[in-house]
Nanobody
Framework: QVQLVESGGGLVQAGGSLRLSCAAS????????MGWFRQAPGKEREFVAG????????DYSDSVKGRFTISRDNPKNTVYLQMNSLNPEDTAVYYC?????????????????WGQGTQVTVAS
């Protein structure tokens, strides 16, 4: 089982940027499609972005498309989420997740491993 640790969250002003990182250890990182999810207080966890395990195909929710970019560095066992043009609605705990499949999915139940989450707060 892969273990995941997120970092890079924090407080940022609206319009600013942050880059989240998720470091993986354990089983072969390149065997997993990876996803980023987020959960705001009182709301369900929602899909943000996903990337396939090797060919680099990506998927984004409509709410972040054009502002966020997911990428991965397999030799470094790390997946990233570059977040630009942040707004207060992006405030949430962000989680990375691993899916033992070629492609990512949008359903949290498709992922078998999760990080502990990192808080992102966007001030207006």
């Amino acid at each position: 089982q892969v273990q995941l640790v997120e970092s890079g969250g924090g407080l940022v002003q609206a319009g600013g940027s942050l880059r989240l990182s998720c470091a993986a250890s354990g089983r072969t990182f390149s065997s997993y499609a990876m996803g980023w999810f987020r959960q705001a207080p009182g709301k369900e966890r929602e899909f943000v972005a996903g990337i396939s395990r090797s060919i680099g195909s990506t998927d984004y929710s409509d709410s972040v498309k054009g502002r966020f970019t997911i990428s991965r560095d397999n030799p470094k066992n790390t997946v990233y989420l570059q977040m630009n043009s942040l707004n207060p609605e992006d405030t949430a705990v962000y989680y990375c997740a691993a899916r033992a499949s070629l492609f990512p999915g949008r359903d949290a139940g498709e992922y078998g491993a999760w990080g502990q989450g990192t808080q992102v707060t966007v001030a207006s």
